[in-house]
Nanobody
Framework: VQLQASGGGLVQAGDSLRLSCAAS????????MGWFRQAPGKEREFVAA????????LYGDSVKGRFTISRDNAKNTVYLQMSNLKPEDTAAYYC??????????????????WGQGTQVTVSS
């Protein structure tokens, strides 16, 4: 599967932004999907994940209550709705996919396919 993330940009603190990740192929429904982010000089951080059927979702502590992950299997797309953005949310955001049989959650090593990243910059 090939992943194409989009929707990043420069926003002010408190604003909202929605990221999209479009996947190629006809088996998107079989992939668990996740969002990670990485700021300069920092390790990649788990943001959110969603299971194949969207029944299960998981969020990183720093975004819980502010971000929402969703997917549209008919459009082969996963979304990350970000609200009440903070300067510390500034990072490159990556979508990821895996065919792992169990829901991988925040385990970065279990995601085998990665998009190119989209930059989100939040000014104070």
């Amino acid at each position: 599967v090939q992943l194409q993330a989009s929707g990043g940009g420069l926003v002010q603190a408190g604003d909202s932004l929605r990221l999209s990740c479009a996947a190629s192929g006809r088996t998107f429904i079989n992939y668990h999907m996740g969002w990670f982010r990485q700021a300069p000089g920092k390790e990649r951080e788990f943001v959110a994940a969603i299971s194949t059927s969207a029944i299960t979702t998981l969020y990183g502590d720093s975004v819980k209550g502010r971000f929402t992950i969703s997917r549209d299997n008919a459009k082969n797309t996963v979304y990350l709705q970000m609200s009440n953005l903070k300067p510390e949310d500034t990072a490159a955001y990556y979508c990821a996919a895996t065919l792992y049989t169990r829901f991988p959650g925040s385990s970065v090593s279990l995601y085998h396919y990665w998009g190119q990243g989209t930059q989100v910059t939040v000014s104070s």
